[in-house]
């Protein structure tokens, strides 16, 4: 199994443009996780998913960030209108049910620079 | 509300030396916890996972105890190497789905 994969592994964009991060999970695995990472605040929960639905978004920051996950193989974060102070490390994480017993499995991450 | 600190933040120490790095969490209803590894610019390793029934796991030189009526957790690294410097992450999981993370420990093993 190639892992959790993520892409870009970083971005650099301009303030004001929209973002959008992928993640492709583990196959088989009902939980996805967006976390992001900064040195402020550390690693921070934004949204999960259970079977491809939203479960809980109260990490998600604002409503510039939205979180779609169409398929069981597939998830994206996006940013739109982005701003400097969304520049961190955007982690994916997928988990197999039942979860006490596997734990979670991580992504590289992407680097995301707003200019 | 769940928090998870972990002490020290910081640590520097010569190779060969045996090393406890120490979790504590406020709410000990927890399901399990994970040590992790994060290697600087990289993503998360997941180190060694310990269910809420067990007392400790053992991973090579990695030996992670859990304690829950103290709401601690352990690390112990033994013979360290420099291949071992990064940040290390402990994580619980509590009455939901979510994992909630520590602050860290980083740790530098010098030859």
């Known amino acids: 199994d190639a892992g959790v994969i993520q892409s870009p592994r970083h971005e650099v964009t301009e303030m004001g443009q929209e973002v959008t991060l992928r993640c492709k999970p583990i196959?088989?695995?009902?939980?996805l996780f967006w976390y992001r990472q900064t040195m402020m605040r550390g690693l921070e929960l934004l949204i999960y998913?259970?079977?491809?639905?939203?479960?809980?978004d109260s990490g998600m920051p604002e409503d510039r960030f939205s979180a779609k996950m169409p398929n069981a193989s597939f998830s994206t974060l996006k940013i739109q209108p982005s701003e400097p102070r969304d520049s961190a490390v955007y982690f994916c994480?997928?988990?197999?049910?039942?979860?006490?017993?596997?734990?979670?499995?991580f992504g590289s991450g992407t680097r995301l620079t707003v200019v | 509300k769940q928090e998870v600190t972990q002490i020290p933040a910081a640590l520097s120490v010569p190779e060969g030396e045996n090393l406890v790095l120490n979790c504590s969490f406020t709410d000990s209803a927890i399901y399990n916890l994970q040590w992790f590894r994060q290697d600087p610019g990289k993503g998360l390793t997941s180190l060694l996972l310990?269910?809420?029934?067990?007392r400790e796991q053992t991973s090579g030189r990695l030996n992670a105890s859990l304690d829950k009526s103290s709401g601690r957790s352990t690390l112990y690294i033994a013979a360290s190497q420099p291949g071992d410097s990064a940040t290390y992450l402990c994580a619980v999981k509590h009455n939901t789905d979510k994992l909630i993370f520590g602050t860290g420990t980083r740790l530098q093993v010098f030859p």
């Open positions: 998913f259970n079977n491809n639905v939203p479960i809980d």
């Open positions: 196959s088989g695995h009902d939980y």
């Open positions: 994480a997928s988990s197999l049910v039942p979860w006490e017993v596997f734990g979670y499995t």
């Open positions: 310990i269910q809420s029934s067990q």
